[in-house]
């Protein structure tokens, strides 16, 4: 199992680890939930559920933390792995790829909802008398997330931040996770709400990148402009986002200071060049007119479909709001750059 051979594993368990005919128990609760965690590695949720179900009757053991923690861990990323092929399903319809009405449903253990089946082990486990860790919780918020269930995940949070069960305080994943799942269910007041929270609570559940990036994702699906600015700022000031860096220059070979968005949600990159365009019409200047702006948007590796989404939309936004023109690097493609005499001219008609 250790190999992800859990198919050869499972043969192996059925032929030697069932119980003999003297009532002699062979197999052990931890070779058992080798296989169902090798299983749910390789997408089999379903082969990891039926494992669960039959531990006692056929292989004569009792599950234990672990077997409730492994198959909930599997039922997790099914539910991610649906939502992803949702993803490609829709961009093969919105590329014209496939035609309108052709069958792009689910098929295979793809097409049960694995959220509930994680959230269903949760309370089975609890009722057993079990007490699930933080990866369980995690795991479970993250399914919740994953199928847009935020009022489930919230809930599952909310639970392990009671006086009752502070031994499993939630970590930096349960937060985001749960923040996540509220910007997929377009919950922004609820994900603003666990911002804050993140932020009273401080310590190792401190906002960081991805938090923020749900956070803006959120309030601009809600059209909070001024809140998701306000909240930007925040995160400058505090340094949990930090879009200037130095690099080398392709044509120069000296160094320059970029504003590197690559990473960025789109977002995010649009309030981050909002705020640095802005800030050439007061005193304190975010940068240096006299010099170009050469921001970083990337190529395209990291996106699902290898698309390029973010040029496009720093490019238009520069064009349709503030006028400015922007040029592709020559030199790299990755990068678009606002010449400083059209940054000077920008600041002396405003």
Same mark, same amino acid.
């Given at each position: 199992?250790?190999?992800?051979?859990?198919e050869?594993?499972?043969?192996?368990?059925?032929?030697?680890g069932?119980?003999?005919?003297?009532?002699?128990? %062979?197999?052990?609760v931890?070779?058992? /939930?080798?296989? %169902?965690?090798?299983?749910?590695?390789?997408?089999r949720?379903?082969?990891?559920?039926?494992?669960?179900?039959?531990?006692?009757?056929?292989? =004569?053991?009792?599950?234990?933390?672990?077997?409730?923690?492994?198959?909930?861990?599997?039922?997790n990323? !099914?539910?991610?792995e649906?939502? #992803?092929?949702? $993803? #490609?399903?829709?961009?093969?319809?919105?590329?014209?790829?496939?035609?309108?009405?052709?069958?792009?449903?689910? =098929?295979?253990?793809?097409?049960?909802?694995?959220?509930?089946?994680?959230?269903?082990?949760?309370?089975?486990?609890?009722?057993?008398?079990? $007490?699930?860790?933080?990866?369980?919780?995690s795991?479970?918020?993250?399914?919740?997330? !994953?199928?847009?269930?935020?009022?489930r995940?919230i809930?599952?949070?909310?639970?392990?931040? /009671?006086?009752?069960?502070?031994?499993?305080?939630? /970590?930096?994943?349960?937060?985001?996770?749960?923040?996540?799942?509220?910007?997929?269910?377009?919950?922004?007041?609820?994900?603003?709400?666990?911002?804050?929270?993140? #932020?009273a609570r401080?310590?190792?559940?401190t906002?960081? +990148?991805?938090?923020?990036?749900?956070?803006?994702?959120?309030?601009? $699906?809600?059209?909070?402009?001024?809140l998701?600015? =306000?909240?930007?700022?925040?995160?400058? $000031?505090?340094? %949990?986002?930090?879009?200037?860096?130095?690099?080398?220059?392709?044509?120069?070979r000296?160094?320059?200071?970029?504003?590197?968005?690559?990473? +960025?949600?789109i977002?995010?990159?649009?309030i981050?060049?909002?705020?640095?365009?802005?800030s050439?019409?007061? =005193?304190?200047h +975010?940068?240096d007119?006299n010099?170009?702006?050469?921001?970083?948007?990337g190529?395209g590796?990291?996106?699902?479909?290898?698309?390029?989404?973010?040029?496009?939309?720093?490019?238009?936004?520069?064009?349709?709001?503030?006028?400015?023109?922007?040029?592709?690097?020559?030199?790299?493609?990755?990068?678009?750059?606002?010449?400083?005499?059209?940054?000077?001219?920008?600041?002396?008609?405003?």
């Open positions: 199992s250790k190999e992800n051979e859990w050869e594993a499972l043969n192996l368990l059925n032929i030697y069932t119980t003999s005919k003297c009532g002699t128990q %062979i197999a052990s931890d070779s058992v /939930n080798s296989v %169902i965690a090798a299983a749910g590695r390789n997408g949720p379903d082969v990891a559920m039926k494992m669960l179900n039959e531990m006692s009757s056929k292989y =004569s053991v009792t599950p234990n933390e672990r077997t409730y923690r492994s198959a909930i861990v599997a039922c990323q !099914a539910e991610h649906k939502r #992803r092929q949702r $993803k #490609r399903n829709q961009r093969l319809l919105h590329n014209g790829l496939v035609a309108d009405g052709q069958d792009l449903e689910e =098929s295979g253990p793809l097409v049960l909802q694995w959220w509930e089946a994680s959230l269903s082990l949760f309370r089975r486990m609890k009722e057993e008398g079990l $007490k699930p860790d933080v990866q369980t919780y795991s479970v918020i993250s399914a919740c997330e !994953a199928a847009g269930q935020w009022q995940a809930g599952v949070l909310r639970e392990m931040t /009671n006086h009752e069960n502070s031994l499993q305080a939630p /970590n930096l994943f349960c937060f985001n996770a749960a923040l996540a799942a509220c910007e997929k269910g377009g919950a922004w007041l609820e994900a603003v709400e666990l911002y804050e929270r993140m #932020r401080g310590g190792p559940v906002p960081n +990148f991805i938090t923020m990036n749900s956070v803006l994702i959120a309030l601009d $699906k809600a059209d909070q402009k001024e998701a600015e =306000s909240i930007y700022r925040e995160a400058l $000031k505090e340094k %949990i986002v930090q879009p200037w860096r130095w690099t080398v220059s392709d044509s120069v000296k160094k320059i200071r970029v504003m590197d968005l690559h990473q +960025f949600s977002p995010m990159a649009k981050a060049v909002r705020n640095v365009i802005d050439l019409l007061l =005193s304190k +975010f940068h007119s010099k170009d702006l050469v921001v970083i948007v190529k590796k990291g996106s699902e479909d290898g698309i390029r989404v973010l040029l496009p939309e720093v490019k238009n936004l520069l064009t349709n709001e503030y006028g400015l023109k922007s040029v592709v690097d020559t030199n790299n493609s990755g990068r678009l750059v606002i010449k400083s005499e059209d940054l000077l001219r920008f600041a002396d008609i405003k």
